[in-house]
């Protein structure tokens, strides 16, 4: 009986220890659960904000990139515009003169006075008529200038061949040639001239728009 109570003992006492164990592995199991969620938790509390403020500022890197993409898409168009305007104000100058947006009285007088000078043929009278017998069309306005001299031949074709070759857009409407009646030089070889001319340009309303 001694030996039975005794096993008895110890078997109760294994049985107390196994729980006591049991217990205690059932706390650290229950401290490593509430460590991670404790974590857990605090590591959503601390990473939440960081984690906004991270896709605010990726929502607003991929903003600028868009925003930065259309910008550059508008100054390649801007550079476009500008080279093409350059290749057209390089022709401009020509076209402006051929037939420019003004009468430009002053520059016909002029170049008739440079045609002049270059080919040696005198040019006594230049005579203008601004109401002129017709308009061309309805966005060309023209008026016309009548040139008479006293020159030899050999000059006078140089003269009338520098104004149909001249930039400005000239029409040559009459050529009148006579044989001088200057009784001072009748032995020369001068002839008298008469050009009429029309010179063209485009109207007010047409050159603004």
Do not use: C, W
């Not at 008739?112 to 040696?120: A, D, E, L, R, V």
């Not at 966005?139 to 030899?152: A, H, Q, R, V």
């Amino acid at each position: 009986m001694i030996q039975l109570n005794s096993f008895n003992q110890v078997q109760q006492i294994y049985k107390y220890l196994h729980k006591q164990r049991e217990n205690e592995k059932f706390m650290n199991y229950l401290e490593i659960a509430a460590t991670f969620s404790f974590i857990s938790l605090f590591l959503l509390l601390a990473i939440r904000p960081t984690a906004a403020a991270i896709f605010t500022l990726l929502g607003e890197i991929k903003s600028k990139e868009t925003l930065t993409s259309q910008f550059k898409a508008k100054i390649n168009s801007v550079v476009r515009a500008q080279e093409s305007y350059s290749k057209v104000q390089e022709k401009y100058d020509v076209i402006s003169s051929s037939l420019p947006d003004r009468p430009k009285f002053y520059q016909a007088a002029s170049n008739f006075s440079s045609i002049s000078q270059k080919t040696n043929a005198v040019i006594s009278r230049m005579a203008f008529n601004l109401i002129a017998d017709g308009k061309p069309s309805a966005d060309i306005e023209n008026y016309s200038i009548n040139l008479s001299g006293k020159n030899s031949y050999t000059p006078t074709i140089d003269m009338i061949d520098n104004i149909v070759n001249s930039r400005r857009l000239i029409q040559i409407d009459t050529i009148q040639l006579s044989k001088s009646n200057d009784k001072e030089n009748s032995t020369s070889n001068s002839i008298d001239i008469n050009i009429g001319t029309q010179l063209f340009y485009l109207q007010e309303n047409h050159a603004k728009n």
